[in-house]
């Protein structure tokens, strides 16, 4: 199973990114996914949620700003980042229930379910 993210990269105070996460080796349309973020010298920290129906969750730093959203058809699923926020730096990893077998992967416990992630990320910089 392989989670790739992408995307990332360097936007003002303000401007946007949008991040892209290609999942394969599982039944995508069947899972929740997740993304998530590790700024400098702090710990993962859930960002938002989307279910295999549709149905989004958003961490109140971020809600009006970022909106995630999946084709299922590519099992693919985006992050749509606007108005960045200095505080938005960090690295993103893209996360799903599906646990997979013979990867060695992160776990992170939410309110919303325990997702796993072993991608490398995607770094974001906010920065004028």
């Known amino acids: 199973a392989q989670l790739v993210e992408s995307g990332g990269g360097l936007a003002q105070p303000g401007g946007s990114l949008k991040l892209s996460c290609a999942a394969s080796g599982f039944l995508f349309s069947n899972y929740a996914m997740s993304w998530l973020r590790q700024a400098p010298g702090k710990g993962i920290e859930w960002v938002s949620i989307?279910?295999?129906?549709?149905?989004?969750e958003y961490t109140a730093s971020v809600k009006g700003r970022f909106t995630i959203s999946r084709d299922n058809t590519k099992n693919t699923f985006y992050l749509q980042m606007n108005s960045l926020k200095t505080e938005d730096t960090a690295v993103y990893f893209c996360a799903t229930e599906f646990r997979p077998a013979g990867v060695r992967s992160m776990m992170v416990a939410t309110a919303f379910g325990t997702y796993y992630y072993w991608g490398q990320g995607t770094q974001v910089t906010v920065s004028s």
């Open positions: 989307i279910r295999f129906g549709g149905s989004t």
